[in-house]
């Protein structure tokens, strides 16, 4: 149970690997900690080593997850709980991701994110955990078989959008509209490459996006573009073969827009070699690469 009143699967507090509990679970979170700008300047002197357990966490969050292969995030409240409809929901998305080939990513904790992990392990998959160190007792889940437990928020971002190919977004709170908000932030500075982006529930989300188109556009705040990176859908299937079919587009053009480029730059190369040296032998007409500039061409025949 969380200091919130709030069922948890797990128990004990993480803090990176350790496991504390009871008395031992501290006041303040190591992010907390990092953001406070009230301590005396004695701590400036220890920034230093926060910055070698920041390194730590990308170097163990990359080496776990370097082999992974083609993955999805599904993002959602974890307040959820078991007997809800979205947690039904979130369990098919977790399934069918798998059977599309894809390992399934949450944050590890309860609500949606406990049923994809579910729905992913017993569908056989990878169901992956990043935990979070937060200020009330919550372990990862059960149902993950690779789980990765991180004291900083942005370290943990860092893996979602990393590994992930897509994402998956269920009913959820601040922190889901957090991590949806970051993606289609990424996608539209292109901070990242174009990935698919599917919420499931119109009638959770449609007010959001009516409110987007309605209010945000106008104003131009958004693009029309902006609005075509995410899509909502009622059924599970159909967001997770969105996610597969845009998702494998993406994937094309990407491929594509990287020949046309590796082709532009060879083109360009060469044209600066033609700058810099003059048309090889096979475009000179007749005359010998290393003829010199304006010499007749040979006739087969030597002066006496």
Same mark, same amino acid.
């Given at each position: 149970?969380?200091?919130?009143?709030?069922?948890?699967?797990?128990?004990?507090?993480?803090?990176?690997?350790?496991?504390?509990?009871?008395?031992?679970?501290?006041?303040?979170?190591?992010?907390?900690?990092?953001?406070?700008?009230?301590?005396?300047?004695?701590?400036?002197?220890?920034?230093?080593?926060?910055?070698?357990?920041?390194?730590?966490?990308?170097?163990?969050?990359?080496?776990?997850?370097?082999?992974?292969?083609?993955?999805?995030?599904?993002?959602?409240?974890?307040?959820?709980?078991?007997?809800?409809?979205?947690?039904?929901?979130?369990?098919?998305?977790?399934?069918?991701?798998?059977?599309?080939?894809?390992?399934?990513?949450?944050?590890?904790?309860?609500?949606?994110?406990?049923?994809?992990?579910?729905?992913?392990?017993?569908?056989?998959?990878?169901?992956?955990?990043?935990?979070?160190?937060?200020?009330?007792?919550?372990?990862?889940?059960?149902?993950?078989?690779?789980?990765?437990?991180?004291?900083?928020?942005?370290?943990?971002?860092?893996?979602?959008?990393?590994?992930?190919?897509?994402?998956?977004?269920?009913?959820?709170?601040?922190?889901?509209?957090?991590?949806?908000?970051?993606?289609?932030?990424?996608?539209?500075?292109?901070?990242?490459?174009?990935?698919?982006?599917?919420?499931?529930?119109?009638?959770?989300?449609?007010?959001?996006?009516?409110?987007?188109?309605?209010?945000?556009?106008?104003?131009?705040?958004?693009?029309?573009?902006?609005?075509?990176?995410?899509?909502?859908?009622?059924?599970?299937?159909?967001?997770?073969?969105?996610?597969?079919?845009?998702?494998?587009?993406?994937?094309?053009? &990407? %491929? #594509? =827009?990287?020949? !046309? @480029? $590796? &082709? %532009? #730059? =060879?083109?360009? !190369? @060469? $044209? &600066?070699?033609?700058?810099?040296?003059?048309?090889?032998?096979?475009?000179?007409?007749?005359?010998?690469?290393?003829?010199?500039?304006?010499?007749?061409?040979?006739?087969?025949?030597?002066?006496?």
């Amino acid at each position: 149970m969380s200091d919130e009143g709030l069922p948890q699967s797990g128990s004990g507090y993480r803090k990176g690997p350790v496991l504390l509990r009871g008395t031992q679970i501290p006041r303040q979170t190591t992010d907390a900690r990092l953001l406070d700008t009230k301590e005396d300047a004695d701590w400036v002197h220890s920034d230093p080593w926060r910055v070698l357990r920041i390194q730590s966490e990308f170097v163990e969050g990359f080496g776990a997850l370097a082999e992974l292969g083609p993955a999805v995030s599904v993002f959602g409240s974890a307040r959820t709980k078991p007997d809800h409809p979205d947690f039904a929901l979130a369990e098919t998305v977790g399934r069918r991701l798998v059977e599309e080939g894809y390992s399934v990513i949450t944050g590890g904790g309860p609500g949606i994110m406990e049923a994809a992990n579910k729905g992913a392990s017993e569908a056989g998959g990878t169901s992956v955990g990043l935990g979070i160190e937060l200020p009330f007792e919550q372990g990862v889940n059960e149902h993950v078989n690779l789980g990765i437990s991180f004291r900083y928020f942005f370290t943990r971002k860092m893996m979602f959008v990393k590994y992930s190919q897509g994402f998956v977004v269920l009913p959820g709170g601040f922190g889901t509209f957090d991590e949806l908000f970051e993606a289609l932030t990424l996608v539209q500075t292109h901070k990242v490459t174009e990935f698919p982006v599917a919420l499931v529930g119109s009638d959770f989300w449609q007010g959001l996006l009516d409110w987007a188109r309605d209010v945000v556009l106008p104003r131009g705040m958004i693009s029309e573009h902006d609005l075509e990176l995410v899509r909502v859908f009622d059924d599970p299937d159909d967001a997770v073969q969105y996610v597969c079919d845009r998702g494998a587009e993406l994937a094309a053009e &990407e %491929a #594509a =827009a990287v020949r !046309e @480029a $590796a &082709e %532009a #730059a =060879a083109e360009a !190369e @060469a $044209a &600066e070699d033609v700058r810099e040296h003059g048309p090889s032998s096979d475009s000179a007409s007749g005359a010998p690469s290393d003829a010199p500039s304006g010499a007749a061409p040979a006739t087969g025949t030597s002066e006496a």
